[in-house]
């Protein structure tokens, strides 16, 4: 796992996160902050896991304003981070979440926290209220971490090479399943 000298080294010289904030930069993790853009499914449908499609719901794409947003107990939306990321092909990285919120019962992540070498762009969050309380969520406020892994060499097929298939290369905002 890197330390901090380490991830900053890579945001400077490699611009590994932008923005850089030196102020979220942490023990041997970085912290990133919630974006604006919101996306929730709304209807009384279902989702078809195999393929993705959605029957009788649809999602709605929106932007919180500075009062933030309510989510309410078991409600789920698809939130993003307003750092991008370009992940070098010799590191490998993991989105979690902040403690602090855990304790609150705000889950940022639910099973899409690995970042595979070679991915560019901004990390869509699972965030899913788990308390019995509605929770108020703010852009801008510090919503998980990263954390970075150093491979010890490039990996032969990256993230977004042709033969993979990569679905979410270059995403921006909250992404829907493809």
Do not use: W
Request: some cysteine.
């Amino acid at each position: 796992m890197l330390n901090d000298s380490d991830i900053r080294k890579l945001c400077v010289d490699r611009h590994m996160i932008t923005p850089f904030d030196e102020t979220n930069l942490q023990p041997c993790s970085y912290d990133v902050t919630l974006s604006k853009s919101i996306v929730r499914y709304f209807g009384r449908g279902e989702i078809n896991a195999m393929d993705h499609t959605l029957r009788d719901l649809e999602y709605i794409r929106f932007s919180m304003n500075d009062e933030g947003y309510v989510l309410d107990p078991n409600e789920f939306i698809l939130g993003s981070t307003n750092e991008g990321v370009t992940i070098p092909k010799n590191i490998a990285a993991r989105f979690e979440g902040k403690s602090s919120l855990g304790r609150l019962g705000l889950a940022t992540h639910v099973t899409a926290g690995f970042i595979d070498p070679g991915f560019t762009g901004d990390i869509t969050l699972e965030i899913k209220n788990l308390n019995n309380h509605p929770i108020r969520i703010f852009p801008g406020m510090r919503i998980g971490q990263l954390c970075f892994f150093d491979l010890h060499d490039d990996v032969d097929r990256a993230y977004g090479s042709t033969e993979l298939g990569s679905h979410y290369q270059h995403q921006s905002g909250p992404t829907t399943s493809r």
